[in-house]
C-alpha cells in the first residue's frame, strides 16, 4: 500500500508544471499545423557534434557534400592574445555565425573533411569544424596544398555562382531557323 500526501505548495508545483507541459505541446503543435507539417533544416540545428555523421550534417546545411570516410580530429589551442591575422581569421569563422573570441586559450577539437565537389586535381579543399565540448565554435574551408582559408558563406555563394554558370547555355544565331 502506499500514501502519497501532496500539500498545497507541492499541488502548485505539479499544476505549474502540467500547464508548461500544456503549452510546450500546444506550442509544438501550432508549429507544425503552420508551417505545414514541413520542417526544414540547417546547420545551426545541430544539437551536439558529438560524431562523424555530425559534422557531415552540419556542413550538409551549408550546401557542401562531404567524404566522411577522410575525416580526421586534431586538438588545437585557440591563442589568449591575438595578432592581426588571428583576428582576420577570427573575421572567416564569423562568416558562418560562430565566434572564437569566447575560446580563447581553449583547447579545441579540430575536425577535417574533405570536401569532393571543390576538389581539383591542382588542390583539395577541406571542410574544417573546431568543436569545443560538443558545440560548434568556428567553421571554414581549408585548401591544401595552398593553406588558402575560405569563409562558408562566401565559398556557397562562389560555387552557386559556378553552378549557375554551368547551366546556362549559348545557342548561336545559327540554330534558328530562317524565315
Known amino acids: 500500500m502506499f500514501l502519497f500526501t501532496v500539500t498545497k505548495p507541492g499541488l502548485r508545483q505539479a499544476g505549474a508544471l502540467a500547464l508548461c507541459a500544456v503549452c510546450l505541446c500546444g506550442t509544438v503543435a501550432a508549429a507544425v499545423h503552420f508551417s505545414g507539417g514541413a520542417v526544414t533544416a540547417s546547420a545551426a540545428v545541430v544539437p551536439g557534434i558529438e560524431t562523424t555523421q555530425d559534422i557531415g550534417t552540419y556542413f550538409t546545411g551549408y550546401g557542401f557534400d562531404t567524404d566522411l570516410a577522410s575525416a580526421a580530429v586534431d586538438k588545437v589551442k585557440i591563442p589568449k592574445k591575438w595578432d592581426d591575422s588571428f583576428a582576420a581569421f577570427n573575421q572567416i569563422v564569423q562568416e558562418s555565425g560562430l565566434d572564437l573570441a569566447d575560446y580563447k586559450g581553449k583547447t579545441v577539437e579540430k575536425w577535417t573533411v574533405l570536401c569532393p565537389q571543390l576538389s581539383t586535381g591542382d588542390h583539395d579543399t577541406y571542410c574544417v569544424l573546431l568543436v569545443y565540448k560538443a558545440k560548434a565554435v568556428g567553421?571554414?574551408?581549408?585548401?591544401?596544398?595552398?593553406?588558402?582559408?575560405?569563409?562558408?558563406i562566401t565559398a556557397a555563394k562562389a560555387d552557386a555562382e559556378a553552378a549557375s554558370e554551368e547551366e546556362t547555355v549559348e545557342i548561336s544565331a545559327d540554330a534558328y531557323p530562317e524565315e
Open 139 to 152: 567553421a571554414y574551408l581549408l585548401q591544401k596544398p595552398s593553406g588558402e582559408v575560405t569563409g562558408l
